[in-house]
């Protein structure tokens, strides 16, 4: 029993004897409680992250089809616009084919019913037609002839010298005077072509026209003249030819 016995005022006090502190007590943190750890419901948790799968899910899908959705719409359009494009070019074609052949088919009608026309009314001009055509073919053909004895004649102007001495053979063995007219430019050609006839046949003589065409010439004796001008030969062709029309000019 305590010496200070039960009657003590302190009695009813937890008393213990006062004891020192270990230096150590600062450093001691103190110690709290500890605390039940919490109960973890995993069934709870599995289904949270099923739901958030399932919300993703769905976000995707959503999102997923609006993005399909344009994409389709696009090429559907695009898709839509060539077929169409395509639709109406063909039909457009066929319908420009049909009315071009409807035009052309009448047109072409039209076309046969005038030449079939013209080719009724167009006998007695057929006829003319070819009469003028004869005489302009025979005219072209009198032309071209005529143009190319002229250029002849102009690259080889000896030729008229070859033609007097032709037409004076048969007057060698006379005496008689004779006068040869040629063109001026054929003078001096013939002079000195018949340089020796003429030394032989002193009544003979030659004598420029310039009336005459370059390549004719006219002898004229006291019984006469023989007219070899160009013109004149050219009239004795023709004749043989038949009648022109148009006679050839006197160049």
Known sequence: MSRFGSSSPYADLDWRPWEIESLDAERRPAQTPTEPEPTVDMEAILAEVAELKELARQQGHAEGYAAGFDQGLQQGKVQGHADGFEAGHAAAVQQGHSEGYQAGSQQAAAECAQ??????????????????????????AVDIAK????????????????????????????????????????HAIILTHLAEDLAHHP????????????????????????????????????????????????S
């Open 203 to 250: 009544q003979w003589r030659i004598k420029a026209d310039d009336t005459i065409s370059a390549g004719g010439l006219i002898i004229k004796t006291a019984l006469g003249e023989v007219n070899a001008t160009l013109q004149n030969r050219w009239r004795r062709v023709i004749a043989r030819l038949g009648p022109i029309d148009t006679p050839p000019s006197a």
């Open 147 to 186: 143009q190319v004895l002229q250029d002849e004649l102009r690259q080889h102007p000896d030729h008229i010298a070859t033609l007097v001495t032709q037409l004076l053979k048969d007057e060698e063995h006379t005496d008689q005077s004779l006068t040869v007219w040629v063109h001026p430019d054929d």
């Open 115 to 140: 030449l079939a026309t013209l080719v009724t009314q167009s006998g007695s001009a057929l006829a003319e037609l070819h009469e003028e055509v004869g005489q302009a073919l025979l005219q072209l």
